[in-house]
């Protein structure tokens, strides 16, 4: 069925790839490349309060992860750490509020006017945290921790069940 639909306005089409997870990849007729994701949105309900304990106080979390790569000045690790961290962040903001996900594109932008559940200072700590991030480490580290602290906030797990 997804074929047939596709068929009508895509010039190149891979339906069902699962190489990241079951997605449709496609070039429409105007030559514009869209992948199209399926998945569950109770089951990444379910999950985001698993993922939020993830971000922090275990020994693999992204918190103690950056922090370990700030204090080698790993330069690569902590880019790499802090892009893990911000899609993490970006998957549970986007599931919090039953929203389809963005992709890789404009995550901050989408969240910022599709999202009515965001956490305190969502743009400016982003802002903030790249900004800081190769410059002012204990500042980035603080970040972090803020960044953190206000989405645990707004996760109230007992309604995610």
């Known amino acids: 069925m997804r074929k047939r639909i596709l068929e009508k306005c895509c010039r190149y089409k891979e339906i069902g790839n699962s190489f990241w997870e079951l997605e449709d990849d496609c070039t429409l007729k105007d030559g514009v490349d869209i992948d199209i994701l399926y998945r ?5 309900s379910q999950i985001i309060c698993f993922v939020v304990e993830e971000h922090t106080a275990y020994l693999p979390s992204y918190d103690t992860q950056i922090r370990k790569a700030i204090a080698r ?13 911000l899609e ?12 389809t996900h963005p992709g890789e594109k404009r995550m901050v932008q989408y969240a910022a006017e599709k ?6 200072n969502f743009e400016d700590n982003l802002k903030k945290l790249l900004e800081n991030l ?6 980035a580290v603080q970040i972090f921790e803020e960044m953190t602290a206000a989405l645990e906030k707004v996760i109230k797990c007992s309604d995610m069940s």
Request: charged fraction near 25%; charge should be negative; proline fraction near 2%.
């Open 73 to 85: 000045k790993d330069a690569v690790s902590v880019n790499h750490r802090t892009a893990a961290f």
């Open 134 to 139: 190769f410059t002012n480490s204990d500042k």
């Open 40 to 44: 569950n949105i109770e089951d990444f």
């Open 88 to 99: 993490s962040y970006v998957d549970i903001i986007v599931a919090l509020n039953k929203l």
């Open 115 to 120: 999202a009515e559940i965001l956490p305190d």
